[in-house]
């Protein structure tokens, strides 16, 4: 469990998210190859792709049929966003 800067818990919990070059977050922890590598700046770059820096100094580039699974921290106390339809 994630702990805030005075060493209590902050309530958020890890859940797997499916990403693509759009929905991709800092902080995401996404996983290629079976190798989890953590999100720690984006960039765009042509045709709608997404260039990822990892924290290990990596990158990788998302192109917008891209599709990888994520872990990600969700504090589930907040209410859920709703989408208006249409």
């Not at 998210?17 to 977050?25: K, T």
């Not at 820096?53 to 990788?60: D, L, M, N, P, V």
């Not at 589930?76 to 208006?84: E, G, I, K």
């Amino acid at each position: 469990m994630n702990r805030r800067d005075d060493g209590r818990p902050d309530g958020r919990v890890l859940v797997s998210v499916e990403v693509d070059a759009r929905s991709v977050r800092r902080g995401d922890q996404v996983v290629i190859g079976g190798q989890p590598f953590t999100v720690r700046d984006l960039r765009s770059v042509a045709l709608g792709g997404t260039r990822l820096e990892f924290a290990t100094g990596e990158s990788f580039v998302m192109r917008r049929t891209t599709v990888l699974w994520a872990a990600r921290r969700h504090d589930p106390r907040l209410p859920r966003r709703r989408w208006a339809n249409g």
